[in-house]
C-alpha cells in the first residue's frame, strides 16, 4: 500500500496552459515537501509546507497543505517548457518515524 | 561547496559479483539515506543512518549493506548482486528526521 498518491502519474501539456499535480494519503504529515527531479539528477527541494491549510508561492508555482496536513496540491500558471521534469511530493511522519516517505511522482511534460 | 556526491555515475556488474557504492557529504549533516529508484515504484529507502557509526534498514534492506565510519560517508554495499537490483541509486543527507533532504547525482547499476 502506498502511503502517499500522486495524481496524475503522467500529464503532457501545452505551453502556458495550466495545471494541478495532487498528493494524497490517508496518514496525517507533520510536513510535507515538494521535489523536482529532471533526468539524469537527483530531486531537488522546491518547498516546505508545516501548516494545516498553509499557502506557499514559488513565482507560477502555488503549493498548498490540506486542513488536515493529509494532503498537498501543486498547481502551476502559464507552464513553460522549463517545468518539464518528475514531480514528487514527500511526508514527513510524526513520532520520530524514519525520514521522508515520497510518492511515485508526476512526470511533467511542457510542449512548446 | 560540493553538497552530495557519489561514485561511481554507472556500473554494469555481472551476477554474482560485488561492488561497494560511495556516498560523501560535506554539509556535515547527521543523516544519510540509500534510496533506489525504479520506474514506476518512485523513491524507496534501503538503509539509513542517523549518525556515525550507526545504520539502520529501510523499506528494501535485503540484499544490501551499509557502513559509516566516518560522518562525511555513507557505504552502500552488494555483496552478490541480482538482476533484481539494477536500478538507479541516490544517496541523500539531511540535518535531522523529515528536514529537507539533498540528494546526490545518483548511480546508474545494472545487473546481467
Known amino acids: 500500500t502506498q502511503l502517499l498518491e500522486q495524481s496524475p502519474q503522467f500529464l503532457s501539456i501545452q505551453e502556458g496552459e495550466n495545471l494541478t499535480v495532487y498528493c494524497n494519503s490517508s496518514?496525517?504529515?507533520?510536513?510535507l515537501q515538494w521535489y523536482r527531479q529532471e533526468p539524469g539528477e537527483g530531486p531537488v527541494l522546491l518547498v516546505t509546507?508545516?501548516?494545516?491549510?498553509e499557502v506557499k508561492k514559488l513565482k507560477r508555482l502555488t503549493f498548498q497543505f490540506g486542513d488536515a496536513r493529509k494532503d498537498s496540491s501543486l498547481h502551476i500558471t502559464a507552464a513553460q517548457p522549463g517545468d518539464t521534469g518528475l514531480y514528487l511530493c514527500?511526508?514527513?511522519?510524526?513520532?520520530?518515524?524514519?525520514?521522508?516517505?515520497f510518492g511515485k511522482g508526476t512526470h511533467l511534460i511542457i510542449q512548446p | 561547496n560540493a553538497g552530495v556526491t557519489q561514485t561511481p555515475k554507472f556500473r554494469v556488474l555481472k551476477t554474482g559479483q560485488s561492488m561497494t557504492l560511495l556516498c560523501a557529504q560535506d554539509?556535515?549533516?547527521?543523516?544519510m539515506y540509500w534510496y533506489r529508484q525504479d520506474p514506476g515504484m518512485g523513491l524507496r529507502l534501503i538503509h539509513y543512518?542517523?549518525?556515525?557509526?550507526?545504520?539502520a534498514k529501510g523499506e528494501v534492506p535485503d540484499g544490501y549493506n551499509v557502513s559509516r565510519l566516518k560522518k562525511q560517508n555513507f557505504l552502500l554495499g552488494l555483496e552478490s548482486a541480482a538482476p533484481s537490483q539494477t536500478s538507479v541509486y541516490f544517496c541523500?543527507?539531511?540535518?535531522?528526521?523529515?528536514?529537507?533532504?539533498?540528494f546526490g547525482p545518483g548511480t546508474r547499476l545494472t545487473v546481467t
Open positions: 514527500a511526508g514527513a511522519l510524526g513520532g520520530g518515524a524514519d525520514g521522508l516517505t
Open positions: 496518514s496525517v504529515f507533520s510536513s
Open positions: 554539509m556535515n549533516h547527521e543523516y
Open positions: 541523500a543527507s539531511s540535518w535531522f528526521r523529515g528536514s529537507e533532504q539533498y
Open positions: 509546507v508545516v501548516t494545516g491549510g
Open positions: 543512518s542517523v549518525g556515525e557509526g550507526t545504520t
